[in-house]
């Protein structure tokens, strides 16, 4: 799992009723985009996350001019 600053990290929820969460990443600490990130999720809280397999990057949006 390689991710960038600005990618989303969208973690599934893994029990019955649990919503997903989803953030922006905001600081990349492993080497060439690997884990651990720095995470700001949609409600405003900041943590260090260790991705795992419920979660997924998503590529923020190339803009081309």
């Keep these: 799992m390689n991710g960038q600053i600005g990618d989303r990290l969208h973690v599934h929820g893994n029990v019955v009723g649990q919503a997903d969460r989803m953030g922006e990443i905001i600081e990349v600490r492993g080497p060439e985009g690997a884990p651990p990130y720095v995470v700001r999720f949609d409600d405003g809280h900041e943590t260090l996350v ?12 190339q803009v081309t001019r």
Excluded: F, L, Q
Excluded at 50 to 61: K, L, M, N
């Design 50 to 61: 260790y991705p795992g397999p419920d979660a997924v990057i998503e590529p923020r949006e």
